[in-house]
């Protein structure tokens, strides 16, 4: 009996994670069926896309783009749409199985939650989803019986040793980070850091706003919110720790001391494949991991002088409600403001812990509270940075 297609949304297609996930279905076209495709901008790239995977349905978000979407889709069989409510609606069509949530930043969370609402199994790569709402979200994927699956390298690790280690609870959680460009750097040349150089990073290809959250070492705080979300864990139970080789993506530690540990090269191909292929693993044609020409695997101590982010994240998460959540809000407009070169490397935490204790505090935030949050805490941080409102 044929295995049935598997039918696959991907939000955010353009993206670093979205045309790698289009890697893993294009050496699977047996097993996958593109359903969606969306982007923000990128109407180039997402025609490619469309012309190659004949989705039924494509979003642009941006109105400036429809038309020129449309017109180089009009002799396919594919219907274009704009805009983020076409997005919500297109999440919940009964043809799909599994949505891949890829956008970048707080923009992700109203999809993902229609996704969930609808019943359709969630690969989470957007880590703010959970930042900014996480007992909202785990709450209502319990609701609904559905499964999220970890995207993010670090993530996949410990869900693909915690599916080794059977009903084995896990007494701490090990997060490998590769310190970014800036890991062995004194703080006083960090301070200088221009954008161009935070954009450097020496292992991964990610984009922009990721890739200036490994430099600042706020992206493993996000995941450490992540984390204890998605396997139930108190974040004092969660270690960070730098590995600067990135072969080892995390661990995870047992009642008797045992480590559980996930290697392999840095290429995020095998943990999009584990999540769009679960409980199966498939093939992946890559890299494949030499540990001798490896050599010597290294750990270090993660830095909260050099890399103050990484404290606010924990502090965010220990102080709970909506806190996160203006964490990250404030997080998206400061490192906007970097880019632009509007602010130093170091104004980046300022900023985040600014909003932190000025945004208007909520101890069990609705789902109206949390966007009133990402509002309120992006926009002090914007008039902190200069950036326009």
Not at 135 to 141: D, F, G, I, M
Not at 279 to 286: A, Q, T
Request: hydrophobic share 45%.
């Amino acid at each position: 009996m044929p295995i049935r297609k598997r039918h696959i949304a991907i939000l955010g297609s353009t993206g670093s994670i979205g045309s790698q996930t289009l890697d893993v279905i294009r050496q699977h076209p047996d097993r996958f069926e593109v359903e969606l495709l969306t982007a923000n901008t990128s109407s180039d790239k997402l025609i490619a896309q469309a012309k190659e995977f004949h989705p039924a349905h494509v979003v642009i978000r941006s109105a400036d783009k429809y038309h020129q979407v449309a017109d180089a889709l009009a002799g396919e069989d594919v219907k274009v749409w704009c805009g983020m409510d076409s997005i919500c609606s297109l999440v919940s069509a009964e043809a799909v199985d599994m949505v891949v949530a890829a956008m970048v930043g707080f923009s992700g969370l109203r999809p993902t939650l229609a996704a969930i609402r609808a019943g359709k199994a969630i690969a989470l790569a957007n880590k703010e989803t959970l930042v900014a709402a996480g007992s909202l979200v785990t709450r209502l994927a319990e609701e609904h019986r559905v499964p999220l699956l970890p995207v993010d390298s670090e993530h996949s690790a410990i869900f693909q040793c915690l599916l080794a280690a059977g009903n084995n609870r896990p007494s701490r959680l090990h997060l490998t980070a590769s310190g970014g460009p800036f890991r062995t750097w004194p703080r006083e040349r960090i301070a200088k850091a221009t954008a161009a150089e935070a954009l450097k990073h020496p292992n991964w290809d990610m984009g922009a706003k990721i890739t200036i959250d490994s430099a600042t070492m706020m992206n493993k705080g996000f995941e450490v919110i992540e984390a204890s979300w998605l396997f139930d864990m108190a974040p004092s139970d969660i270690r960070v720790l730098v590995h600067p080789e990135s072969v080892i993506h995390s661990m995870v530690e047992f009642a008797d001391g045992a480590v559980l540990a996930q290697l392999g090269c840095p290429d995020m191909r095998v943990p999009i494949e584990v999540a769009i292929s679960y409980p199966e693993r498939l093939s992946l044609d890559g890299p494949r991991l030499n540990l001798a020409a490896t050599g010597s695997l290294t750990f270090e101590e993660a830095d909260p002088e050099r890399f103050p982010c990484l404290g606010l994240a924990f502090e965010a998460i220990r102080r709970g409600g909506n806190v996160p959540c203006a964490m990250n809000a404030a997080n998206e407009a400061a490192v906007k403001a970097f880019l632009q070169g509007k602010i130093g490397f170091y104004d980046i935490a300022e900023t985040v812990s600014s909003a932190m204790d000025e945004v208007s505090f909520v101890s069990e935030p609705s789902l109206e509270d949390i966007f009133d949050t990402n509002r309120e805490a992006y926009d002090r941080a914007c008039a902190k940075t200069g950036l326009p409102l």
